[in-house]
């Protein structure tokens, strides 16, 4: 592998325990970033002519603290922080000529990053995106592209909430036990936010979020001791898994998109459904539901076709409508849409579907993808063909674009 290959990768893969932890001990979170984007550049510099390090990640946490010291020093206003900066450069280089690696000798504090971000002052629409940005490295495009708003937005807004950790000095510390349940949410949605990601770009070798559904999947299971009694954790878990299970049944061999109701069940991974079914049954025992558990559960009736050959629509349907009534975002919506169409016919689909908000929809890929299947199986070809033009627009998996594509040719 070429050194710049090694430095990309390092970078997609390490980038969020580096800022992670720097920054529980340097609460300027523009300044770590700033040097650890020198660090890569000396990298850039550096590797070339004396080869790559045995241990990439603890050479850029030494590179990378080294600037935060000589910045301290230089500008005298960081002085509490030099001496604990100065006894963790100390263990950097103990750690960086001993035979551990760096997964186990650096703790991961991206939980306290974190959860950093839900702190009451900090506003609670920019808790999940500034997680996502500085935790999990997603750049604010993507971020802004998921929340419906502008890059530019975006981008302002991640950079003012970065500047009241500063400002304020807030701690990086693990909230206590009885403060984690009322700042849980925000935590779940990024992990959730991260896997489909990651999920979505899993199949796109040269993509930089493609590790993301294997690190959201690990950050999961990390919470789980903090959050013992929390089910919504179990219930993320659930889900992710049983999603994860059936990566490679999303194509054929030749590399096609199949639908989840088409694919060949026997592809799925067994035993990350059974892990996935025991979180959700663990979850359960709680007596309490919540989002998380009913998107697990829905996906566990999918998963049951393994066993009896079938898809138990209704009950989708119905796990759907619990779904809706206690979340009633666009992507419950749609997908309720389409269970009451395949357990009682299109025309019933097609009216729960019409029914959300076009400006909601307007962008929404799944929308227009099942409106054009539904629409076709009604036999109502010129809104098929409109719909099937606009969800292949807006597709951005190559695969997905070009099933559409058959499918608008078969009208």
Avoid at 21 to 29: F, G, M
Avoid at 291 to 300: C, N, V
Avoid at 363 to 374: C, F
Avoid at 380 to 407: K, N, P
Wanted: glycine share 4%; with cysteine; hydrophobic share 45%.
């Amino acid at each position: 592998m070429e050194i710049n290959q090694v430095i990309e990768k390092t970078a997609r893969d390490a980038y969020g325990r580096l800022l992670s932890y720097l920054a529980v001990n340097w609460r300027d979170l523009q300044a770590v970033e700033d040097a650890i984007g020198d660090a890569f550049l000396a990298a850039l510099e550096s590797w070339p002519k004396a080869g790559i390090p045995d241990k990439p990640e603890a050479w850029l946490v030494t590179a990378a603290r080294r600037r935060l010291i000589d910045r301290a020093r230089r500008t005298r206003i960081s002085e509490s922080a030099l001496p604990t900066l100065l006894a963790m450069s100390e263990d950097a280089q103990r750690l960086t000529s001993s035979s551990a690696d760096f997964p186990d000798d650096f703790p991961d504090e991206r939980l306290r990053m974190m959860f950093l971000c839900t702190h009451p002052t900090i506003d609670a629409v920019m808790r999940t995106p500034l997680m996502l940005q500085t935790v999990l490295g997603i750049d604010a495009a993507r971020i802004a592209s998921a929340f419906i708003t502008k890059p530019s937005t975006m981008s302002q807004r991640l950079t003012r909430a970065k500047a009241k950790i500063r400002a304020e000095r807030l701690t990086f510390d693990m909230p206590d036990p009885e403060e984690i349940p009322d700042r849980l949410e925000p935590v779940l949605e990024a992990i959730y936010a991260a896997y489909g990601s990651g999920w979505d770009e899993a199949a796109i070798a040269d993509s930089p979020r493609r590790g993301l559904a294997e690190e959201a999947i690990y950050l999961g299971k990390l919470l789980l001791p903090f959050a013992p009694r929390e089910p919504e954790v179990y219930g993320l878990l659930a889900l992710m898994l049983h999603c994860e299970a059936r990566r490679t049944a999303r194509h054929d061999d030749e590399g096609n998109y199949i639908p989840l109701s088409l694919q060949d069940c026997t592809r799925w991974e067994q035993r990350l459904i059974m892990e996935a079914e025991r979180y959700l049954h663990t979850a359960s025992q709680a007596g309490r539901v919540g989002r998380f558990q009913l998107m697990a559960a829905i996906q566990s009736v999918h998963a049951q076709r393994l066993r009896t050959g079938r898809i138990e629509w209704a009950a989708i349907a119905q796990l759907y409508e619990g779904l809706v009534r206690l979340s009633p975002a666009l992507g419950a919506l749609v997908g309720r849409s389409a269970a009451v169409a395949e357990a009682y016919g299109p025309e019933h689909g097609i009216v729960l579907l019409e029914a959300i908000p076009s400006d909601e929809a307007v962008n929404y890929q799944p929308y227009w993808a099942l409106a054009g299947h539904l629409y076709k199986q009604m036999h109502r070809e010129e809104e098929a063909r409109s719909a099937y033009s606009r969800a292949i627009g807006l597709s951005t998996d190559a695969s997905v674009r070009h099933f559409l594509q058959r499918q608008d040719a078969k009208i």
